[in-house]
Nanobody, 132 residues
């Protein structure tokens, strides 16, 4: 089993900063944690899920254009936690942030991890509201 629990959401002013956490657990994950790719996705009200940042099992990363330069993703492998640092967010960054994970297929093109369908395991999300 794989469980993902997000935390760290809340209200932040545009130009501020926030750090989201995603704690991974479960017998399946604990046995194979080094094999997992993970990602952060955002869902704005009335919109579809959009990828924000992904990190593969080899720690390579990819950021979508809207967050590139302002978001940073990192793993704490000792604690099984995935972080997403959000700096200088814009109001458009408001939404529910979901953490996703699955065993990496080690695809040559990390852009494949942008797809929602690459992940079987999802957390329940944490909400971020960015105000002006």
């Amino acid at each position: 089993q794989v469980q993902l629990v997000e935390s760290g959401g809340g209200s932040v002013q545009a130009g501020g900063s926030l750090r989201l956490s995603c704690e991974a657990s479960g017998s399946t994950y604990n046995r194979n944690y080094w094999r997992y790719c993970m990602g952060w996705f955002r869902q704005a009200p009335g919109k579809e899920l959009e990828v924000g940042a992904v990190i593969d099992s080899d720690d390579s990363t990819h950021y979508s254009d809207p967050v590139n330069g302002r978001f940073a993703v990192a793993k704490d492998k000792a604690k099984n936690i995935l972080y997403q640092q959000i700096d200088s967010p814009k109001p458009q960054a408001t939404g529910m942030y979901y953490c996703a994970a699955d065993v990496s297929q080690l695809r040559k093109d990390i852009l494949a991890l942008r797809k929602v369908g690459e992940y079987r395991y999802w957390g329940r999300g944490t909400h971020v509201a960015v105000s002006t």
